[in-house]
């Protein structure tokens, strides 16, 4: 009886977290979905230098950073996934929501700082693993950073030949 009652509590918290690690992913895309259309005036290329057109020579580093886990329910089934190999789709939502993010980050600090256009835009990831005790923490960490281009004043700009 004691093993019955113990097994409906691993399985009603593993239906917990599969339903609020759901709605908090969720939450999370429509808030990225709104962050990206109202930060969409400010182009992300991933090109090592910029077309000729930008000129001027107000160039600055731009970067955002983000630490993502994986809800509990999720690094189970994960867990499960690997026995028999395959995609982990659940892993593949966090670091698409990861990069997203990340983006987002470096594009509020272009904004910041008058920035209009990023080039040579990079993305990196490392794993970070912690260990206490027999409980393991597993999070990605995700930067993407890039050259930013602030457009010169309008009454700077040398007169253009027709």
């Not at 009886?1 to 429509?30: K, N, P, T």
Request: glycine fraction near 8%; charge should be positive.
């Amino acid at each position: 009886m004691d093993v019955i009652i113990a097994l409906a509590i691993v399985a009603a918290l593993m239906i917990i977290g599969y339903f609020c690690g759901s709605i908090g992913q969720g939450r999370h895309y429509r808030e990225i979905k709104i962050r990206e259309w109202a930060l969409r005036d400010i182009l992300v290329f991933n090109e090592k230098a910029p077309p000729a057109k930008f000129y001027g020579q107000d160039f600055m580093l731009v970067s955002g950073s983000v630490v993502m886990s994986c809800d509990y329910f999720r690094k189970v089934v994960a867990g499960l996934k690997q026995l028999i190999g395959g995609r982990l789709v659940s892993f593949e939502a966090m670091l698409d929501r990861g990069r997203r993010e990340a983006i987002l980050r470096m594009k509020e600090e272009a904004r910041k700082r008058g920035a209009t256009v990023i080039f040579n835009v990079r993305l990196e990831t490392s794993n970070i693993s912690m260990l206490s005790g027999n409980r393991g923490l597993t999070c990605i960490e995700l930067i993407a950073y890039g050259t930013a281009w602030r457009a010169p004043a309008q009454d700077n700009l040398p007169a253009r030949k027709p």
